[in-house]
């Protein structure tokens, strides 16, 4: 049976003669059940319940398990084949189950939530309405929600539902009202009336609170709509420009012009550059006190992701990186306005010196040394440490080497301070990304990592593996190597 259906379900994605009919195979009525209970979401068919528990439970957690990073749209099939055929996407409006996520002034609309031990952390829901429900309680002849005004996403892979987009401000009071009656955002809101729960969010700021696939249907949403609000005139001749193709295309009007123009997409690289056990972290100046990320910069005309990574790690701190070593973790969509993070991992060499024989001498003789022949004694005076950051004060407002070590004590103490009330991190700490973005991801992962040389090697033991460190028997100094304060 389950073959079965998803054999019928690939068959839908081929052209089709009238796609206003594809539409119809694509979310059948009878086939749906208007219970949510009876709807099985497709994360539980691919992992079983369990699973798809665990999935929910980790809302804003860079990778839920799927290998689908935080803020990517998962839960929905773009269908972008059918953006172009108005008889298809007009169809797909007009489904008694068609939903709308609603904006005012490029804010979302959202919905409070109550908590419960099977989805921690998701405290907001995008606050969608049915489509007809508006519609319905229009006065008059005139639709407040004109098709020429409606963004198509795709559709909820948990249901088939079309899911569109819309900013509502002409009529945001009849859009409230519909969302006060959807027995979908009722039986989410629970306690208290759903008109008082209803408010508007910053789709970057409330993605974290909610759960991964509402994040990502409002971060798409978000996006498209402002790269909409963006584009109202030509850039070749400066006429009005039209939306067109369900939202994702504007052309020009001008008959004898004609230029179509694209969502923008503005792909950045976000690198961790590491030196043995040390990594390199960034403040911006725009950012709270003590809160530290990854490098990072957009890529320029004509330039390689690895080029990129290179010149704005030069640029924004001065260290330079080894090319050879520049290598791809992973991306996440950064729809905030339209960015596509690529992140990296690159290594820098350590700077080398020899200290003096005197201070060697007395050293090699101080209480618990053992005595060393004249090349161990050669060996153990060079000393390794990360090359100093020299900042471009209009990049960065600080730049520093942290432990590994320390980082990992530094993981769990404080959330990001832009998303959790504004605390202040006290001095001597730190604050990284949230769990959901790609740059606590990319320290995560290195601080999991084993340390090249752990601290505290026994004298008697074997030599470690070359390290950001003193290569004689001294403990790897764990506070961040800088003479500059955290503020």
């Known amino acids: 049976g389950k073959m079965q259906a998803l054999a019928a379900a690939s068959s839908t994605r081929a052209p089709a003669p009238s796609r206003a009919r594809d539409i119809a195979r694509r979310v059948p009525r009878a086939s749906v059940d208007p219970r949510p209970s009876a709807v099985l979401c497709s994360t539980t068919r691919r992992f079983g319940a369990r699973r798809a528990e665990n999935v929910a439970a980790r809302a804003a957690v860079f990778d839920g398990g799927d290998g689908v990073p935080f803020f ?3 839960d929905a099939d773009r269908a972008s084949e059918l953006r172009a055929d108005t008889e298809a996407i007009l169809a797909a409006s007009r489904d008694r189950r068609a939903v709308l996520l609603p904006f005012v002034a490029g804010r979302a609309l959202v919905v409070a939530v109550d908590e419960d031990g099977s989805r921690p952390g998701v405290r907001f829901a995008p606050a969608e309405v049915r489509l007809r429900d508006v519609r319905r309680s229009a006065d ?7 098709f020429e005004r409606l963004s198509f996403l795709g559709f909820r892979e948990e249901d088939g539902a079309p899911v569109f987009a819309a900013e509502v401000k002409r009529c945001e009071s009849l859009v409230r009202e519909a969302v006060a009656r959807n027995p979908a955002v009722i039986g989410r809101v629970g ?4 008109d008082e729960a209803i408010a508007t969010k910053d789709a970057k700021s409330v993605g974290p609170e909610m759960s991964r696939k509402d994040a990502g249907l409002l971060a798409a949403a978000a996006s498209l709509l402002r790269w909409q609000r963006n584009t109202r005139f030509c850039q070749k001749c400066g006429s009005p420009v039209k939306i067109v193709k369900s939202g994702h295309k504007a052309q020009c009007a001008n008959s004898d012009c004609r230029a179509p123009y694209y969502p923008t997409l503005m792909p950045a690289v976000l690198t961790l550059c590491t030196c043995g056990d040390y990594a390199l972290l960034g403040r911006n100046s725009k950012w709270p006190r003590g809160f530290y990320s990854c490098l990072a910069g957009f890529v320029d005309q004509s330039e390689s992701l690895e080029q990129a990574v290179a010149r704005e790690v030069l640029e924004e701190s001065g260290v330079v990186i080894d090319p050879s070593t520049v290598r791809y973790v992973t991306s996440q969509p950064w729809p905030f306005p339209c960015q596509l993070m690529v992140g990296f991992r690159a290594e820098v060499a350590p700077k080398r010196v020899t200290v003096s024989d005197a201070v060697c001498d007395t050293r090699r ?6 005595n060393t022949s004249n090349e161990e004694h050669a060996q153990s005076c060079e000393v390794s440490f990360p090359p100093t950051p020299t900042l471009d004060i209009a990049e960065l407002r600080d730049a520093r080497w942290f432990h590994r ?3 990992r004590a530094q993981l769990g103490k404080h959330v ?3 998303e959790g ?4 991190i006290p001095v001597g700490e730190i604050a990284l990304p949230g769990r959901h973005a790609l740059a606590r991801y990319l320290v995560e992962r290195w601080c999991d990592e084993p340390n090249v040389a752990k601290p505290g090697t026994s004298p008697d033991s074997p030599p470690p593996p070359p390290s950001v460190a003193m290569t004689d028997d001294r403990e790897i100094p764990l506070v961040p190597t800088t003479n500059r304060s955290f503020a």
């Open 405 to 407: 070590d320390w980082l």
């Open 416 to 418: 990001d301070p832009r």
């Open 72 to 74: 990517a749209l998962s």
């Open 191 to 194: 306690r208290g009336a759903v």
């Open 421 to 424: 009330g504004g605390r202040e």
């Open 365 to 370: 003789t101080r209480p618990g040394s053992r």
């Open 140 to 146: 008059g002849d005139e639709d407040p929600l004109a």
